[in-house]
């Protein structure tokens, strides 16, 4: 379920409650529950499986899309008869992340890390059991990626994930995946709850996470924490090199400049450490 799908039927749930009928609008609520229908899986979809899905009239669903490919929130897929999301939900989204503290204040940290160490910096936060892109600092070299702002991926598979997931209890986590195993998107992918809090246990003891090739293999991730007034974590800060294997003598130097930008984002945030500190010396335990 898409985040939009979510709050949708969120609202939908609690309608009869808080909302008399006669506030509710129904062809703006059918108009964002079809919105809600796109996601990465279903980036294009026809007009008939959208009737099928909200289970109205097909007549009522060709008006809603043309209504909303009028007004660019969607448009046709490659001139046929299937639809996908038009450029308008996309200056939304890039309008909302504008606004928000966190990439206001992170961005140029992210720019001058990049610099820094000449690789892609992003800036994630988590939406339930995915990451999202909220920012990002492109690298010079050459570096064909998928990843943008608006991504969305599996926060236990990723090395940006596990450190959004170091404030979460065991019994946490086990309600956030209930199933008894784990999607697996590389060998590396914990199999199990169990795994994945023990995993992240280590993680949160050194202060950062540096795995090679832990989602993609030819990718290696060097991520650290940013916490806010509260100390909670509220976004992963990283750095992704495109290489199996990270040279050791870079090591150091990159992971202190990663840690160092992720703690200045949060000092701008109001985080105040304690007085006992985590992390030493760099240390790659993921090197095979």
Known sequence: MT????????VTEGAAAE???KYIVPGLERGLRLLGEFNSKDRAISAAELARRLQV????????LTTLEMLGFVERADGGRDFRLGMAVLRLGFEYLASLELTELGRPLLERL???IAYPCSLVVRDGRSIVYVAKAVSPRPFASTVNVGTRLPAHATV?????????????????YPEPRLEAFSERTPASVEALYELVQHDRERGYVLHEGFFEASISTIAAPVRDRTRKVVAAL???IP????DPAQLDTMVERVRDAAGE????????????????????????
């Open 238 to 240: 990283g750095a992704t």
């Open 265 to 288: 984002l949060s000092r701008l945030l109001d985080y105040r450490p304690s007085s006992r500190g985590t992390g030493g010396k760099v240390v790659n335990l993921y090197r095979e």
């Open 114 to 116: 990049r610099d820094e």
């Open 243 to 246: 290489a199996a294997h990270i």
């Open 19 to 21: 909302f008399p009928d």
């Open 160 to 176: 940006l994930g596990r450190v959004l997931l170091e404030d979460l209890s065991l019994d946490e986590l086990r309600a956030l």
């Open 57 to 64: 009239p097909r007549s009522t669903v060709f008006r809603l």
């Open 3 to 10: 985040a939009l799908q979510s709050a949708t039927a969120t």
